[in-house]
């Protein structure tokens, strides 16, 4: 092997206001419990500073993400919005 790539760890604290905030939002909207999750595979906020991914897929459901006939149910699509719009709203002091 001549050479190797790789990429920085993407990571943010769990304790951090944002992550704090979108766990809340999380918690109103869907009625239970947030936790964050550490993947290994790299995401749409890799390169942002400070990001984290939130949405769109919960545990419970089988929807295929990021395969053949990936969707969501229109519940999850507008429980998405809910809380999208609610995490929004209180990051910009609303």
């Known amino acids: 092997m001549d050479e190797l790539d790789g990429m920085e760890p993407h990571y943010v604290d769990e304790n951090s206001e944002f992550v704090q905030t979108l ?5 109103k909207i869907k009625g239970e419990k947030g ?6 595979g790299i995401t749409y906020v890799h390169n942002t500073k ?15 993400m990021h395969g053949a006939d990936e969707h969501i149910s ?11 719009a609610n995490a929004i709203a209180e990051l910009c002091g609303e």
């Open 23 to 27: 766990l809340r939002v999380y918690e």
């Open 35 to 40: 936790k964050c999750i550490a993947e290994g």
């Open 50 to 64: 400070g990001g984290v991914a939130f949405g769109a897929e919960f545990p419970e459901e089988n929807n295929n």
């Open 74 to 84: 229109m519940e999850t699509f507008k429980i998405n919005l809910n809380m999208y």
